[in-house]
């Protein structure tokens, strides 16, 4: 049980984020929520959480692209429930398009917000998971952690990003009681890959069904669609005692993409 822990966990507003957030506190973990949205919706969630699970909930408004808000965010759960135990960086955008044409602030915007704000997240949390000698850091990377699509050179490039991110930071706090991996997810239906299909139908010239069976699930051979709550699962299975001395792993839950 994470009782007493803190978890921050970046982009929990909506998709596999929230549903981590949620499968946290359910184990016990206080939670700080971060993400855009109905602010409305957003206190919502955060009550409900509070309510449901019987532990405390923030949400952080921090922008995943602007390295002083990460700070901040980490500072905020700091002070507010006495340190950060576990560290889920899950934010991420998507943009599909050739990559002569790929607008060059979306190639930012996605280095900052898929990869780089793990850099800034994790920099700010591992001091305090050092003093205390345990922490749990999970990387939401993806299967295009593994290998490549076409049109998603920055989401692809930032993926594999991640997964080095992720071993490098594991070798390093190896021997203090920090375990460090990643879960590669293949294709999961939230907004995310729901905002993708119109973009995609043009880049490659399909109808919605032609995108959701011949690009999404081809790509699975279990044709079928990973759940939000099967990746949070996996989450706590890492945040766990039994998962100790599992670090530095990239784990994959794509239906057998990339056994292929
Ligand atoms: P989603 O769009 O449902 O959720 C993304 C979350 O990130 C939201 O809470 C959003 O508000 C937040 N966010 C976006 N930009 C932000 C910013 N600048 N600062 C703070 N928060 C920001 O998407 P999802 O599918 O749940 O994706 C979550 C993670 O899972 C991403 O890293 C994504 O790359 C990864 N992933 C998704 C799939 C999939 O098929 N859905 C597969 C593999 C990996």
Known sequence: TLHSKTAV?????????????RALAQAG???V?????DADAIETERAGIE???GVKALHSPADMAKPAEIEAMIRLAERSFGGVDILVNNAGIQFVSPVENFPVEKWDQILAINLSSAFHAIRAAVPGMKARKWGRIVNT??????????????????KHGIAGLTKTVALEVAADGITVNCISPGYVWTPLVEKQIPDTMKARNMTKEQVINDVFLEAQPTKQFVTVDQV??????????AA???????????GGWTAV
Do not use: W
């Open 244 to 254: 100790s001395q599992m670090t530095g792993a990239n784990i994959a839950m794509d």
């Open 141 to 158: 990377a993806s299967a295009h952690s593994l290998v490549a699509s076409p049109f998603k050179s920055a989401y692809v490039a930032a």
């Open 51 to 53: 309510r449901e699970f």
């Open 29 to 31: 973990a206080n939670v």
């Open 232 to 241: 949070a699962a996996l989450a706590v299975f890492l945040c766990s005692d």
């Open 9 to 21: 966990v970046t982009g929990s507003t909506s998709g596999i984020g929230l549903a981590i957030a």
């Open 33 to 37: 929520l971060n993400g855009f949205g």
